[in-house]
């Protein structure tokens, strides 16, 4: 069965921290994304990579990096933690060249920034 | 332009009624339109999906139509159930990065079916 995992459910964190969120995926795909979910606002692409260190910014990087050292791990770090910052952190991956498209999600990080 | 407009953001029905929620879009290169489900305290999981060469595409009892021309579509639930009551998001996906399908995702409805 397909799986994705986030490393925490829930987060709480002060303003100006360094966070990392996790996320691995158990399936072989190449391409993984990291998303913030907001009421009324949908999710949002923040970064996206596509292979082992590459990477590609989505729609709202501002504020945040990436990290994908190995295939199955794909790591979103806030630098300077902000409390506009807090949100449900989504993080899914696809096969690359899939006919469906189909994006697997990881349960979210519910993350707070205070 | 990316965007994919989502109505209503809200949606509450009774047991047995026929929710439908809308979308549209710019991006004429859009070549799939999936459709995700999520459950509170879930991810988001896919429901069902269509290509812009089909005019309606059914599973179960959820249907989506499409307008290629009007650039919109839509999503039916047949005979809703309290188990239906999920977010909903549409969304649309091209393969712009050279293979690596970027989606586009709607701002979400909130279906409540109540008894």
């Known amino acids: 069965d397909v799986k994705v995992t986030q490393s925490s459910r829930y987060l709480v964190k002060r303003t100006g921290e360094k966070v990392f969120l996790e996320c691995v995926q158990d399936?072989?795909?190449?391409?993984m994304f990291w998303y913030r979910q907001d009421p009324g606002l949908g999710l949002r692409l923040i970064y996206f990579?596509?292979?082992?260190?590459?990477?590609e910014k989505g729609d709202i990087p501002e504020g945040y990096s990436v990290s994908r050292e190995k295939k199955e791990r794909f790591s979103l770090i806030l630098e300077s933690a902000s409390t506009n910052q807090t949100s449900m952190y989504l993080c899914?991956?696809?096969?690359?060249?899939?006919?469906?498209?189909?994006?697997?999600f990881g349960p979210g990080t519910r993350l707070t920034v205070t | 332009q990316q965007q994919v407009k989502q109505s209503p953001q809200s949606l509450i029905v009774q047991k047995g009624g026929i929710p439908i929620i809308n979308c549209a879009y710019e991006?004429?290169?859009?070549?799939?339109f999936p459709w995700y489900q999520q459950f509170p305290g879930k991810g988001p999981a896919l429901l069902i999906a269509i290509r812009p060469d089909v005019s309606e595409k059914k599973e179960g009892r959820f249907t989506i139509s499409f307008n290629k021309s009007a650039k919109q579509f839509s999503l039916h639930i047949m005979d809703s159930q309290p188990g239906d009551s999920a977010t909903y998001f549409c969304a649309a996906s091209n393969p712009s990065y050279g293979g690596y399908q970027k989606v586009t995702f709607g701002t979400g409805t909130k279906l409540q079916v109540i008894p």
């Open positions: 991006n004429t290169a859009f070549d799939y």
């Open positions: 990579s596509y292979d082992v260190k590459m990477k």
């Open positions: 399936m072989d795909h190449e391409n």
């Open positions: 899914a991956s696809i096969v690359s060249g899939s006919l469906s498209y189909e994006q697997y």
